[in-house]
Each structure stands twice: as C-alpha cells, then as structure tokens.
C-alpha cells in the first residue's frame, strides 16, 4: 500500500508584522480523509496561518501547495477557484436553503459548475450527501 500523496503543503510559511513574528517557519501537510486541528492561545497564530493558505494574506517566505499546485500568494478568489475556501469565525447559514444545499455553497466560490438549487454536480451531491448523513 502506498501512502496518499499530500492535497494541501505549507513548507516554511512566516508572516511578521513588524517586530513581530507572528507565524515562523511553519511546515503542515494534509492527505485526503486526514481531520487536523490546530489549537493554541490567542495571538500564537492559527488565523494567520490560514489567511495564509486562503490567500488573505502573502507570505512573507514559504509556499503553500494545494493538490500538487503553487498557489502562494494567489488571491482568495483564484485560490477558490482551486478548491479551498474558507469560513470565518462567524459563520451563518441561509435560511431558505436545506443543509445539503448550504453545504454546496462553497463550491459557488469557487466558480464549480452546477448551481445549489440544481445540485452542484454528482461529485457536489455526494460530497454534500456523507457529510449530511454523518451529522445525523
């Protein structure tokens, strides 16, 4: 058996604002399936790191590699384009949508084929499909 190529690298991503260093040399690699956390106090980082793999920030050294693919210091939307979007700390649903349909949201941002109220495509609908069944 081989071991599943990575679909998401960070290699040596650092973000300082001025004096301050506020992500330092940070390496992270996720496979399909995996399930990461990333946990620490305020102010060690976690939202600059992910403004940094969204595109919402550059790096100030390092890469970002998502499915084989540079996409550092790509902007948000052309990063979606790829496949990775992000919520923010706040997230809301929309009311008049079911919650298979606000779970195809995402794939509107980043420009998918296949509308939410049409389904969003097969692979969409199955991808929506097991995460609804597992909340149950």
Same mark, same amino acid.
């Not at 496949?83 to 919520?87: E, I, M, N, Q």
């Given at each position: 058996m081989t071991a599943a190529s990575p679909i998401l690298e960070a290699h040596g991503l650092t973000k300082r604002y001025g004096g301050l260093v506020a992500n330092n040399d940070v390496h992270m690699s996720l496979v399909p399936g995996e399930i990461r956390g990333l946990i620490g106090p305020n102010g060690a980082g976690k939202t600059t790191f992910v403004n940094l793999i969204t595109g919402i920030e550059a790096p100030d050294a390092g890469s970002v590699r998502l499915d084989g693919t540079d996409i550092t210091g790509l902007l948000p939307h052309r990063i979606a384009a790829h496949?990775?979007? =992000?919520?923010f700390q706040v997230s809301r649903v929309f009311a008049n949508l079911t919650v298979r349909e606000n779970l195809l949201v995402p794939f509107l941002a980043a420009g998918s084929p296949g509308g939410v109220r049409e389904g969003g495509g097969p =692979? =969409? =609908?199955?991808?929506a499909s097991r995460h609804v069944d597992a909340a149950r």
């Open positions: 496949g990775l979007v =992000r919520t =692979r =969409r =609908r199955a991808f």
